[in-house]
């Protein structure tokens, strides 16, 4: 497999006006090409499996969604992209308006992908389901303390919680969810209420957010379940466990992974053969058990792992959602401070 390595923004800009890209020549009908957000030993075992069993050699690029869709606008009708494969929801909502992709029918992929997990109009698929959920310090919290994310604005979390920035697509998602089901002010008071009850200024991602409650900087976050996943398998006596929110309201928070058929993908439906394998049971148990997430087939279990982890009732909201709000949720956190 011969792989195309990361292509920053600059780097796209300077293609485009080069007209010189890096990874387009023509390829054979038995070679894809996809861009992916995903991280490399994330994604190749997966690109690999289905190497073996097809014989299609899969080349790929990654980088951040926002520039592998810069990309794919700049290169327009000569893009090697047959698929987009990435993570949020709001990314992929993105992508679709910038409409770089194109609508898929596929019976296979009707049935393994629940609606709320599918663009309304088949634009993109789910290939993993996230949690996002309160994650607090065995130590200094007594779950029965804990029921949702709006309870964390109440006073008696005050200086005891910590958040990942607001910069990141993860919350800004589960912001706009908030907004879909509590209107926009409420959930204005409940972001508010978060930002009084910060012990500390917010973190850059979710593990260095879980090793400052470790550290007694706060006591309560919240964070995705695999970050939670990765940290317990280095160290399986981390005082820290997650707690399911929502369980009597709403639901847990979730959010996807998943691919898309590009616009103008020189090869549509060998592209939608593979995003239809991924979402099968083999490629199921494959992605989630690396990635530790969820299936999105409702047929195949978690890993064994994340089972351990306990069962919970997941928000059943369409997750475009996560990008129809994405611009109304950025405001409202800046409103209330969030940054």
């Known amino acids: 497999m ?25 390829t054979s009908d038995n070679e894809l090409v996809v861009y992916t957000s995903r991280n490399d030993h994330l994604i190749k075992p997966v690109f690999d499996a289905y190497t073996e069993e097809t014989g299609i050699t899969i080349r790929y690029i990654t980088d951040n969604a ?17 698929l987009l494969i990435t993570v949020d929801a709001g990314n992929l909502w993105n992508a679709a308006q910038m409409e770089l992709l194109q609508p898929v029918e596929s019976v296979v992929l009707d049935a393994n992908v629940p609606d709320s997990f599918t663009d309304p109009n088949k634009l993109w698929f789910g290939l993993t389901k996230r949690a996002r959920t309160i994650v607090y310090s065995t130590e200094r919290v007594n779950p029965d303390e804990l029921s949702s994310y709006e309870a964390l604005a109440e ?10 920035t607001s ?9 706009a969810t908030m907004i879909e089901r509590l209107g926009t002010e409420k959930a204005e008071q409940v972001v508010s209420g978060w930002v009084g009850n910060l012990a500390t ?9 879980m090793e400052a409650i470790v550290a007694g900087q706060c006591d309560v976050g919240i964070v995705n379940t695999y970050y939670y996943g990765r940290m317990k398998r280095d160290n399986a006596q981390l005082p820290l466990s997650l707690f399911w929110a929502n369980q009597d309201v709403s639901g847990v928070h979730i959010n996807i992974s998943g691919g898309a058929v590009t616009k103008y993908a020189p090869h549509p439906e060998q592209a939608k053969a593979l995003l239809e394998w991924m979402t099968r049971p083999e490629a199921q148990h494959l992605l989630a ?6 299936p999105v087939n409702p047929s195949v279990e978690p890993a064994e792992e994340v089972k351990s982890w306990g069962e919970f009732r997941e928000d ?4 475009s959602v996560a990008g129809a709000l994405q611009v109304e949720a950025v405001k409202l956190m800046d409103r209330a401070g969030y940054r």
């Open 201 to 209: 200024d917010v973190f850059s991602n979710d593990t260095a957010l």
């Open 2 to 26: 011969r792989v195309c390595w990361r292509v920053g923004v600059m780097a796209v800009a300077l293609v485009a006006l080069s007209g010189l890209w890096g990874c387009s020549e023509p």
């Open 289 to 294: 058990e690396i990635n530790l997430e969820y």
């Open 155 to 164: 006073p008696e979390w005050k200086g005891r919680l910590c958040l990942r």
């Open 316 to 319: 059943d909201l369409n997750v």
């Open 66 to 82: 926002s520039a592998l869709a810069a990309r794919i606008q700049a290169e327009g009708e000569r893009t090697p992209a047959d």
């Open 167 to 175: 910069k990141k697509v993860y919350n800004q998602s589960l912001v």
